[in-house]
């Protein structure tokens, strides 16, 4: 069976509010955001700085919830400042027969990690081109 990666959620524009280079572990993500997003305390995901460009993958450590706190931790810390601007996201496998049911939760936050809104993105079909379309007609 082949599986796909596709993209299971984000969590979009998110602040980095603090860092620690010698602390053991990687991004602390607040609870409530992970709660929202589907994201899972100690799950990998990949981390996109808007800021610097800089594009990573770690794990996720908890943080309390409502506390709007997003920190990068250990080695993750050298991969951004406080103030910048992230893009979080997480990944899920899927077969053929599993895309069309793909629908990624996307997390929009403020200047304060507070959620906006949160949305279910529906995967459009890609299995007819535009010709094929045509002809379905």
Known sequence: ????????????????????????GSIGIDKALLSKSGISS????????????????????????????????????????IGDKVIIISYILASADELSYVEPAIVLVDENNRIISKERKKRRSGNRTGSQEKNKR
Request: proline share 0%.
């Open 1 to 24: 069976m082949i599986l796909k990666q596709m993209l299971g959620s984000k969590i979009h524009r998110a602040s980095v509010t603090k860092k620690n280079l010698h602390y053991s």
């Open 42 to 81: 100690g799950e990998k995901v990949q981390v996109l700085n808007i800021n610097n460009g800089a594009r990573f993958e770690t794990y996720v450590i908890e943080e309390k919830a409502g506390s709007g706190a997003i920190g990068l931790y250990g080695a993750a810390a050298r991969c951004g400042e």
